[in-house]
């Protein structure tokens, strides 16, 4: 009934940018805290930004001063703007969602926790 959707990803070479989009699809209300999250294989899962509903933000050391974290309340997106690229930002990366509320049509206002997006794969070539 609700799912995260992503857009954006690729291949691109070191010092180039790529956007990636997350849509939060269906009868949503509100959003708390959007996320991006990355995993490189044989890496484990970390944080690259979160954005908060009053539009507090958070990175990791990597990625601050490179990558923007941003989100459309009315559209029910988020998007990461990733500048100067490095090969070490190669990962599969994730949109995610601490908690929205949404109208369910049989059960009227719900809250979803913990939502994930499908991922896209980002690739920078030295």
């Known amino acids: 009934q609700v799912q995260l959707v992503q857009s954006g990803g690729g291949l691109v070479q070191a010092g180039g940018s790529l956007r990636l989009s997350c849509l939060a699809s269906?009868?949503?209300?509100?959003?708390?805290?959007w996320a991006w999250y990355r995993q490189a294989p044989g890496k484990q899962r970390e944080l690259v930004a979160n954005?908060?509903?009053?539009?507090?933000?958070n990175y990791a050391d990597s990625v601050k001063g490179r990558f923007t974290i941003s989100r459309d309340n009315a559209k029910k997106m988020t998007y990461l703007q990733m500048n100067s690229l490095e090969p070490e930002d190669t990962a599969a990366y994730y949109c995610t969602v601490d908690w929205m509320l949404f109208t369910d049509q049989v059960l009227g206002e719900r809250k979803a926790v913990d939502y994930w997006g499908q991922g896209t794969q980002v690739i920078v070539s030295a």
């Open positions: 269906g009868s949503i209300l509100s959003i708390n805290t």
């Open positions: 954005i908060a509903s009053d539009g507090t933000t």
